[in-house]
């Protein structure tokens, strides 16, 4: 996961896959894998072959006993582009059934557009509140005229919610772009509500608060003539 820059746990460890039929004990930081599925197609640098992302993701995930770490790892690699969900449900199904309920549970939540273990949290929280689910990272347009990719949106309400990360504003592009994605939502009056990760976490009260009074708040309001693309 290292090699494709996917986040994942920090390990010293190097797990790696060899044949079944082969015989070779784990020795100081190399932990061996007997499997009957060794990837066909590998990437190669130098002298070492590197397991496709959704294979590395996959083997690495049935390792973790933590929904939220999992959840974190399959997101960033879908995130980043490393592997499509169909990749990772290829090899959900193809490999072994031992740590895959984390998988199974996780690959579910990215497929219906969660791209962040903060988004996940977020699920987490509206699913013990009663509201009703948003739409995660769906593409909003007026007419064709891309506007934005909220994290979590109630088309019906015209109500966004934004996870503001700093790890995401990093650099001054990427600050400037995240007030021109805030300045095209007013515009197009899209109603926006910025949590950050740690008060999903530490204020999930408030958090429930404030978004079922801006859902309350939007009833009877014209409705927004906006279209949505799911994720």
């Known amino acids: 996961m290292r090699h494709y820059s996917i986040r994942g746990p920090v390990t010293e460890v190097t797990d790696v896959l060899i044949p079944a039929s082969r015989r070779r004990a784990d020795t100081s930081y190399v932990r061996v894998h007997r499997t009957a599925r060794l990837p066909a197609r590998v990437s190669q640098l130098g002298p070492l072959r590197y397991a496709p992302p959704a294979r ?3 083997d690495a ?7 939220r770490e999992v959840r974190a790892v399959v ?16 090899e959900l199904t ?5 740590g895959s309920a984390l998988f199974r549970e996780a690959l579910a939540d990215v497929a219906e557009g969660i791209r962040s273990a903060a988004e996940g949290d977020l699920k987490h ?5 009663g509201l009703p689910m948003p739409l995660f990272n769906p593409e909003v347009f007026a007419g064709d005229t891309f506007i934005a990719k909220p994290d979590g949106w109630w088309p019906d309400e015209g109500v966004a919610v934004e996870v503001d990360s700093v790890e995401w504003h990093l650099s001054p592009e990427d600050h400037a772009r995240t ?5 095209r939502m007013a515009k197009y009056q899209l109603n926006v509500l910025r949590f950050t990760p740690r008060q999903i ?3 999930p009260a408030v958090v429930v608060a404030d978004i079922r009074a801006a859902l309350a708040g ?8 906006l279209r949505t693309v799911p994720a």
């Open 61 to 67: 995930v049935r390792g973790l006993d933590d929904l």
């Open 125 to 129: 929280v509206l699913a013990r509140s």
């Open 75 to 90: 997101a960033d690699a879908v995130q980043r582009g490393s592997c499509r969900v169909q990749d990772l449900g290829t």
């Open 56 to 58: 590395a993701v996959a």
């Open 218 to 225: 939007a009833r009877g309001r014209p409705k927004l003539n």
């Open 94 to 98: 193809a490999g072994p059934n031992a």
């Open 179 to 183: 007030l021109a994605r805030g300045r």
């Open 201 to 203: 976490r530490k204020e």
